[in-house]
């Protein structure tokens, strides 16, 4: 029996796609515009194909990432066939379902949200009020307005380009379960505007200063619209091991277990645990949220690339417990250039990098859509093919 690993690097996009041009991103490269600003050592990046991807994606030489030798990844990039560039389209699309509606969205004004809506929300759960009501990032309007959220008790409602409604509020002044309660009442009401994501972000801290977000965040998400890769493998008696947010993402649908943590770096750490642990014919599936949530929509270009050298120096620990028959994929699902004007996600070209034992280096060429990652993988877990996607490695 075989095990597969998917490793998501959110929001690592490696150069603009051909329709990039259409979501207000030409010219978007997460990865060459970070590569550009500093010097990145990532040899074992490199070596599973990274550079070579990179380099296939924006028709640019590859870059000096510290290893020069032969690939020993089968390294390839994708293009994005879903209608939008937000992290559940990326996901489910690379799990082997493309996505070809559009996903409701907020306007950027100000307010943002239907009056009508938040009439709905205050009376349903019993508020004094809302704050926000805007488009921004989210640590910004936690340092504007938290301050009035604790003295008012209103809690700080906002949106992003993504198709989302999010909800911070103070884990003690406020409440946690209070927050839960409030964003599944608000996950109702968004649905009829066929919204993708309500997501609760709770902070600690009493000032400014102190304000910080912490782990505790929560995505309610809408079901994926059909069958996926998690699907086919459970409804086949396999495990499916969600480390990070990948349940929340799915709906927890298709997910036999979930693990958390608060940062890429235990992200990692239970990553390491499920290559120990995890059975035969399993998924495990985990998303590295830290380069998309703290160093993409921060526009942190020096945060990012340490994160991205971080990262790289542990994929030998992960590489050592990988076992015959195992199959490890790293890629992403969208971009975020911290270079680029605005907050955003930038639609981009993503890594394809399949290895582990038996995985010999070569190319694979521009995948057409991320649903061949997804198809590449059930053939590999023996499932039946998917409705979507070409076996990248046959």
Known sequence: MSRAFILVMDSFGIGASADAADFGDAGADTFGHIAAARP????????????????ASTEQPPLDLGYDGAATGAWGYAAEQSRGKDTPSGHWEMAGLPIDFEWGFFPEKIPCFPEALIERLVARADLPGILGNRHASGTEIIADLGVEHIRSGKPICY????????????EEHFGLARLYDLCAIAKHEVDALN??????????????????RTANRKDLTTPPPGETLLDRLTDQGGAVISVG???????????????KAPDNMTLFDALL???????????????????????????????????????DTRLLEFEARLRPGDLALITADHGCDPT???????????????????IVGRELGRRDSFADMGQTIARHLGLEPLAHGTDCLS
């Open 40 to 55: 990145l050592h990532l040899p074992n990046l490199a070596r599973l194909g990274l550079g070579r991807a990179a380099a």
């Open 159 to 170: 949106t992003s380009a993504d198709s989302v409604f999010q909800i911070a509020a103070h």
């Open 195 to 212: 919204i993708a994501r309500v997501i609760a972000r709770p902070f600690v801290g009493e000032d400014p200063a102190s304000f910080q």
């Open 340 to 358: 680029h004007p605005g907050t955003d996600h930038t639609r981009e070209h993503v890594p394809v990098l399949f290895f582990g034992p038996g």
């Open 273 to 311: 645990e499920q290559s120990e642990t995890a059975p035969d014919n399993s998924l495990v599936f985990t998303n590295f949220v830290d380069f998309d949530m703290l160093y993409g929509h921060r526009r942190d270009v020096e945060g990012y690339a340490a994160a991205l050298e971080n990262f």
């Open 245 to 259: 947010k990948i349940g929340d993402i799915f709906a927890h649908r298709g997910v036999t277990r979930t693990v």
